[in-house]
């Protein structure tokens, strides 16, 4: 019988969503348990053995020298990372946050007012190379049960390269941005969520981040200028997900 994969997730800064959402696989956990041996995983078990793992998850932001040590540790002991989660990949909320965290901590608390030796939160893909990046905020559980049966069978992931806007239209939903005037951020995000604010009837979010490319935010700006809404909302709403300062 083939050895087991050694799996390991790592969480920094975040809400634990991103690390939670592998635990609501349910049953198809077990399924991954066909293949991989978690070794380190802060949710599901007290156990912390691994010195070398096959395939890692990093969740979260570096937002404080812990995660950033964490982070090193993870890439240095793992075959194969992946960035899962919009903080991972983007920054996603936290790293929309306007300013320095060292001056704002030294605002309040003076000169020595950083004890936690907290960073400007960034995501993973700043500071280390990556295998794969899996945005979302959360992400499809079922897209990460796929990438990890995929590389336990030998197969390199699919990474989507695609804007929301395609499965809007393989769903034959409507286009809430032209016919509702609602603001939906669907032709530059990220797809792979099966456009599910849109089934809502809600416009897209770009919680899976923006989509590099041949995509073009500038138009975006300037349907949703025409739409009504002015400036502060627009920035504010691409901002939301992706802003950090270098």
């Known amino acids: 019988m083939m050895d087991k994969l050694k799996l390991a997730v790592f969480e920094l800064t975040d809400c634990g969503g991103c690390a939670l959402n592998i635990l609501f696989l349910y049953e198809k956990l077990f399924d991954l348990l066909e293949f991989y041996e978690i070794t380190e995983f802060h949710m ?28 090193k540790e993870a890439r240095n002991h793992s075959d194969y990372l992946i960035a899962l989660g919009t903080c991972a990949t983007h920054g996603s909320v936290q790293a929309s946050v306007e300013g320095s965290i060292r001056e704002k901590l030294k605002r309040v608390y003076g000169d020595e007012g950083n004890p936690m030796r907290a960073l400007d939160s960034k995501p993973v893909v700043e500071y280390v190379a990556v295998d794969f990046a899996l945005p979302g905020c959360p992400y499809d559980k079922n897209e990460v049960y796929q990438v990890l049966i995929d590389i336990a069978k030998g197969i390199e992931p699919v990474k989507k390269d695609y804007p929301v806007c395609v499965e809007c239209k393989l769903n034959e939903y409507e286009c ?15 797809g792979g969520c099966n456009a599910a604010c849109i089934r809502s009837g809600l416009g897209c979010i770009g919680c899976r981040g923006p989509l590099p490319g041949e995509v073009n935010p500038a138009s975006e700006y300037e349907i949703l200028k025409d739409l009504g809404y002015d400036d502060d909302y627009i920035i504010r709403k691409f901002k939301t997900f992706a802003r950090w300062e270098p």
């Open 44 to 71: 599901a078990t007290s156990l912390s053995e691994g010195s070398h793992y096959d395939v890692a998850l990093v969740t979260g932001t570096v937002s404080s020298q812990r995660d950033l040590a964490l982070l």
């Open 176 to 190: 809430v941005l032209v016919k509702k005037g609602l603001p939906c951020l669907g032709p530059i995000t990220y």
